[in-house]
């Protein structure tokens, strides 16, 4: 009886192993396919999404790429994380760093790639507007469905939710609210102008999540377990 309790804590441990894989697997494909969205959006000129804004705004004053910014305002959403929940911030939620150093990678490599593409009008900067938020709503939506770990911008909302019992909806729109408002005024001390945010930040911040609940349900028969 001892022998096949063993076994089967070995198989526990292995199908549990498997199972941890093929989430980060898939959460890993979301961040890649979500840095392509944020690329476009940086090079439709128009401004990004409410998360990406103050790196993509910083990116013009420091000498860092903007997937460098992007590692480091996501440490520091970690550390917010940490203030907010002290003891109760779980380990695991460490792993944040390790996905925020891909998704700054991933949005370096993106940035790379689309060099060459240009918009040429008004009218075609909107267009690869949103196509980045279609992008960047379907890279969102295998994070949801990843079932591993969220971003440290979700990671903020779901902490001060911890703490308050507020709706995440209303927290994580008040969080975006402020990130854009921040990003304006960083925009304004540092330019005398709105640089990297603009008319695209907005669009983004309102049509994502619809997106997002778009895929959710064209989806709705895939099942990661």
Known sequence: MKKNTNLKNCSDFNLNW???????????????IMSFGVALSVKSDLGTTPISCIPNVLKYAVPLSLG?????????????????????FQRKQWMQLLVTVFFGYFIDFALY???PLQPTD????????????????????????????????????????????????????????????????????????FQGIGLGTIFAGIVVGYIVRFYRKLFENLKIN
């Not at 917010?80 to 003891?87: A, E, F, S, T």
């Open 113 to 115: 790639v689309l060099t």
């Open 68 to 88: 460098m910014i992007t590692i480091i305002f996501n440490f520091l959403l970690i550390v917010i994380q940490v203030i907010i929940l002290k003891k109760d």
């Open 122 to 193: 008004y009218i075609s900067q909107w267009i690869l507007c949103i196509i980045s938020c279609f992008i960047i709503a379907f890279g969102v939506y295998f994070e949801v469905i990843s079932n591993a770990i969220v971003l440290p911008g979700e990671g903020v909302s779901l902490a001060v939710r911890h703490v308050t019992d507020m709706e995440f909806g209303k927290i994580k729109t008040a969080f975006d609210s402020s990130n854009v408002i921040i990003g304006g005024i960083l925009s304004l001390a540092l330019y005398g102008t």
């Open 18 to 32: 498997k199972s941890v894989l093929k989430n980060y697997t898939i959460l890993l494909i979301g961040l890649f």
